[in-house]
């Protein structure tokens, strides 16, 4: 079985300052792992996933996120905040990356908030 | 290219009634996944489709059900609707293999903006 833990519900920054959502996970297998990010009234959009490559990510806007297995974490990073970042963030994990496997484990959400 | 449709977009039911919500993949996918997002939370995997067959399923009961057509549109069937079925339901689609690679894609889903549904 596996699982997500997205360590903070909120997190607040100023625009222009870093975003830091952290993320780990617990996994059987060697997992896939991904962030979505949901806007306001909007579906689900993948900002970037890791499947066993490089162990650092980068995504849309700006946003990376490095797989560390040794401390199980995901953590999603951005080095400066803009308005437009405010959504939802939702850490996600597969257990097999090559399994085909569309039964992905989503964390409660880390809700980003930026103030201007 | 039109991505993920679904409808409707809000829908009120009472307990007991029954619900069908509607899914049209994005242009060239072929999977259509489903997933249940109750409020403060993250979405909870339903079941997947794939060639007209639920392939996989997630920990819901049976009063969830659903199809998918041959041209890979699927519908959500929730029977006996209990007041925690509300929430928004949001449909993903995928390609089961990428072309000219037997290997199935993992994690590249691509969400509609979801079906509200109230319980009262």
């Known amino acids: 079985a596996q699982s997500v833990t997205q360590l903070d519900s909120h997190v607040s920054v100023s625009e222009g300052t870093p975003v830091l959502l952290r993320c780990n996970y617990s996994?059987?297998?060697?997992?896939?792992l991904f962030w979505y990010v949901q806007h306001p009234n909007k579906g689900l959009q993948l900002l970037l996933k890791?499947?066993?490559?490089?162990?650092l990510v980068k995504g849309i806007n700006g946003f990376e996120a490095e797989f560390k297995k040794s401390e199980t974490s995901f953590h999603l990073t951005k080095p400066s905040a803009h308005m437009s970042d405010a959504a939802e963030y939702f850490c996600?994990?597969?257990?097999?990356?090559?399994?085909?496997?569309?039964?992905?484990?989503f964390g409660k959400g880390t809700k980003l908030s930026v103030i201007p | 290219d039109a991505g993920v449709t679904q409808s409707p977009t809000h829908l009120i039911k009472t307990r007991g009634q029954q619900v069908t919500l509607r899914c049209s993949p994005k242009?060239?996918?072929?999977?259509v996944s489903w997933y249940q997002q109750a409020l403060g939370q993250g979405p909870q995997f339903i079941f997947q489709?794939?060639?007209?067959?639920?392939?996989q399923r997630g920990n819901f009961p049976d009063r969830f059900s659903g199809h998918q057509f041959p041209n890979y549109s699927s519908e959500l069937n929730v029977n006996a609707l209990l007041l925690g079925d509300s929430a928004l339901y949001l449909c993903?689609?995928?390609?089961?293999?990428?072309?000219?690679?037997?290997?199935?894609?993992?994690?590249?889903?691509?969400f509609g903006e979801g079906s509200r549904l109230t319980v009262l």
């Open positions: 890791y499947t066993s490559a490089a162990t």
């Open positions: 489709y794939y060639e007209e067959e639920e392939r």
């Open positions: 993903a689609s995928s390609l089961k293999y990428m072309l000219g690679n037997r290997f199935p894609i993992t994690g590249e889903l691509f």
């Open positions: 996600v994990v597969t257990p097999d990356a090559g399994a085909g496997s569309y039964q992905l484990t």
């Open positions: 996994s059987s297998y060697s997992p896939s």
């Open positions: 242009s060239g996918h072929d999977t």
